[in-house]
């Protein structure tokens, strides 16, 4: 069964960071993609990052410069390194993942998600 549990979030002031990571486990696919999305109250879910098997990223223009994402497969583990955190990057951030070989932000590519963790930008 594939499971995917984020960790990482909190409060931070306008300007701070933040590591969210996405814990991984039960699939055996040789290629996958693991994207990081968010979801702010009234909005629509949009995409942030994503990473393939291959260590191939994407990421949303608006927080290029500002988020890295990155992986450790001996961990199943996927980070997303977020630095001068604004209010608009507030929301409920989710990891998900599928099968595939390249990278996507598009939230309809994947079929399993984690449960999310809150992320909120104070000015």
């Known amino acids: 069964q594939v499971k995917l549990v984020e960790s990482g979030g909190g409060s931070v002031q306008a300007g701070g960071s933040l590591m969210l990571s996405c814990t991984t486990s039960?699939?055996?696919?040789?290629?996958?993609?693991v994207g990081w999305f968010r979801q702010a109250p009234g909005k629509q879910r949009e995409g942030v990052a994503a990473?393939?098997?291959?260590?191939?990223?994407v990421y949303a223009d608006s927080v290029k410069g500002r988020v890295t994402i990155s992986h450790d497969n001996a961990k199943g583990t996927v980070y997303l390194q977020m630095n001068n955190l604004q209010p608009e990057d507030t929301g409920m951030y989710y990891c998900?993942?599928?099968?595939?070989?390249?990278?996507?932000?598009?939230?309809?590519?994947?079929?399993?998600w984690g449960q999310g963790t809150q992320v909120t930008v104070s000015s």
């Open positions: 039960g699939f055996i696919w040789s290629t996958y993609s």
């Open positions: 998900a993942i599928d099968e595939g070989d390249l990278p996507t932000i598009k939230a309809d590519e994947y079929g399993y």
């Open positions: 990473i393939d098997s291959t260590d191939m990223q």
